[in-house]
């Protein structure tokens, strides 16, 4: 199992390259940073990908495999962010006659600076730990300041990007599927809130409570099921709307063509 989804997001990488790249060579920054977005959500699914059980097992992740994984998820959530930006940045730009509130590139910097902090915080909190290899990150190590330092950071990048796109889709005019996005990043919230919460009883009260326990599993799949299919579904509208469009006025246009040759002939 774990090697077929491993497979399926190294499709998802090479899909999401081509996507970046495309949207480079035709500066377009928002698709740009959604291939980028893309790429390493798909590297955040292959690295933690071993952790799907086999035969009921899971396997040990190292330090360096988690450090990795959290990076990516930033790098992803940072790319997911700008390319909201770029999206709420166009439409200001079109409504208000090319000019817009905030410049995007200051935005997109800032959120760039925080992502590298956020990095650097999670790297330097396990790079020096001596942990080994375990199955149960937060059993067994949530004791450790240097953890809930990386597990706070991690959350937060669990649940900003994904607040932030449920509420940027909920805000939006793209009818009734835009709530699906919006209940899928609802959930991404309160699946960090979660993790947060977690790794606070650990480390305060001594609590264990099981990394892959039911609550967390239900949000995640939920956070993550909801987000893409609402988005695919909205994105399969979209080019359904704009196919219909087209097609009524190749029909308009049809129809008055054959109008103004026959007037022409009868002249």
């Known amino acids: 199992m774990s090697q077929a989804l491993g497979a399926l997001a190294w499709v998802g990488v090479a899909l999401g390259m081509m996507l970046a790249v495309r949207g480079g060579w035709y500066r377009q920054t928002a698709t740009a ?49 700008a390319t ?26 800032l959120l760039v600076v925080a992502a590298a902090a956020s990095i650097a915080v999670i790297n330097l909190s396990l790079v020096h730990s ?11 190590y949530g004791h450790m300041y240097q953890v809930v330092v990386y597990q706070a950071v991690f959350a937060f990048w669990i649940g900003f990007p994904a607040g932030y796109l449920g509420w940027t889709v909920v805000r939006s005019e793209l009818g ?56 695919l579904l909205l994105a399969l509208t979209a080019s359904f709307s704009a196919w219909r469009t087209g097609r009524t006025y190749r029909t308009a246009r049809a129809i008055e063509d054959r109008r103004l040759r026959h007037d022409n002939r009868a002249a």
């Not at 909201?84 to 910097?109: C, Y």
């Not at 001596?130 to 067994?140: G, I, K, N, R, V």
């Open 130 to 140: 001596e942990l080994t290899p375990s199955s149960d990150f937060l059993a067994d």
């Open 176 to 231: 009734p599927l835009r709530y699906l996005v919006g209940f899928g990043g609802l959930c991404g919230v309160l699946w960090a809130i979660w993790k947060v919460f977690v790794t606070a009883l650990i480390w305060i009260a001594g609590i264990h409570i099981a990394e892959s326990s039911p609550v967390s599993l239900c949000l995640g799949f939920l956070a993550l099921a909801f987000c893409v299919f609402g988005s």
């Open 84 to 109: 909201l930006m770029a999206i709420r940045f166009g439409d200001n730009e079109s409504d208000h006659g090319g000019r817009s509130g905030p410049d995007l590139n200051q935005r997109i910097m």
């Open 33 to 81: 940073a959604f291939g980028v977005c893309i790429v390493f959500y798909c590297l955040t699914g292959e690295n933690y990908s071993t952790l799907v059980p086999e035969d009921g097992v899971r396997q040990a992740m190292n330090t360096s495999e988690r450090i990795w994984g959290a990076t990516s998820a930033v790098i992803a959530g940072c790319a997911l962010v």
